[in-house]
């Protein structure tokens, strides 16, 4: 009798997981169906992100910036690329336009005043905890990126004070933990590393 209920228990066991199996690979089935981007319409060329900095028109001429990521169809699928480009939205211009691109993700964007001189102040990380600086002045032509060296932290503690910027970092020496800093200059259209 216990060898009759044993072989029950097992036989319902073993269909109620092929059913759960069944469930699950039909939930699977649907999700990827819906993900599966049928025709162009459904794989825009850019999806926007997150607004960076609202209101700016006076500093950079566009009514907010926003990161953007751009899609691409691969194997019927809508994918993002690895690079997210910031791009200015103008107020009656639906499409935006790039200023720039960066290898890396989650930036932050502010106006950083040094001077009479007006600077997009750009923070992003690449990788896991590297937050990088970049700094951009406009020109005739555009938002530039400013040459030189660029400030990096591991402690996200990068800070600007006028022309100077400085990066702190930990580093182990001698088994100890050390903070170290790294000071920086901006001079004319570079970003300059101090030697202090």
Known sequence: MTDIRA???????????????????????????????????????????????????????FTQLASIKLLYQADGYCLPTSQTLVAGIERNNKEPQVLFVINGH????????????????????????????????????????LAGDQPASNRREITLNGERVEARNTQIQNGQQVTTSEHFKIQGWELVKLNE
């Open 7 to 61: 072989n029950v228990n097992q036989t319902t066991m073993a269909s109620t997981a092929s059913w759960l199996r069944l469930a699950i690979a039909a939930t699977l089935l649907s999700l990827a169906t819906a993900a599966v981007a049928s025709d162009a319409d459904t794989c825009n060329t850019y999806q926007i992100k997150r607004t960076l900095l609202e209101h700016a028109e006076a500093d950079t001429g």
């Open 106 to 145: 989650t930036p932050s964007v502010w106006i950083h005043r040094a001077g009479a001189q007006s600077y997009l102040a750009v923070t992003y990380f690449t990788g896991g905890n590297l937050q990088v600086l970049a700094l951009f002045r406009k020109s005739k032509s555009g938002w530039v990126r």
